[in-house]
């Protein structure tokens, strides 16, 4: 059974950084798309990242292009969010995702599995 949970969100100052975590337990890391979105009350949810573990293809949004970075850790289990430069608009709960029907890996195509989320605030 696939168990996605983030950790690494808290309450940081504008320009500042913060490093998310999913850990993936019993999810098969090789050949697979993983993502991270994230969505604020009132709005939808929006996709940030994704990453294509066959050939390590990542996109961004265009809002976090630069300051974001996704990556995976096969032997930890674990897809990761390194978030730079970070302003009050990224202000959000951030969800990791799994299981994207490939062969197409993108934040708009339907994700399996989803964590709980993780809380990001940025302040002033």
């Known amino acids: 059974q696939v168990q996605l949970m983030e950790s690494g969100g808290g309450s940081v100052q504008a320009g500042g950084a913060l490093r998310l975590s999913c850990l993936a337990s019993?999810?098969?890391?090789?050949?697979?798309?993983m993502a991270w979105f994230r969505q604020v009350p009132g709005k939808g949810r929006e996709g940030v990242a994704t990453?294509?573990?066959?050939?390590?293809?990542?996109t961004y949004s265009d809002s976090v292009t630069g300051r974001f970075t996704i990556s995976t850790d096969s032997v930890k289990e674990t897809l990761s969010l390194e978030m730079n430069d970070l302003t009050p608009e990224d202000t959000a709960t951030y969800y990791c995702?799994?299981?994207?029907?490939?062969?197409?890996?993108?934040?708009?195509?339907?994700?399996?599995?989803w964590g709980r989320g993780t809380q990001v605030t940025v302040s002033l």
């Open positions: 019993g999810y098969p890391f090789r050949g697979v798309c």
């Open positions: 990453i294509d573990t066959r050939d390590g293809t990542t």
């Open positions: 995702a799994a299981g994207a029907q490939l062969p197409r890996c993108a934040r708009d195509v339907p994700f399996g599995h």
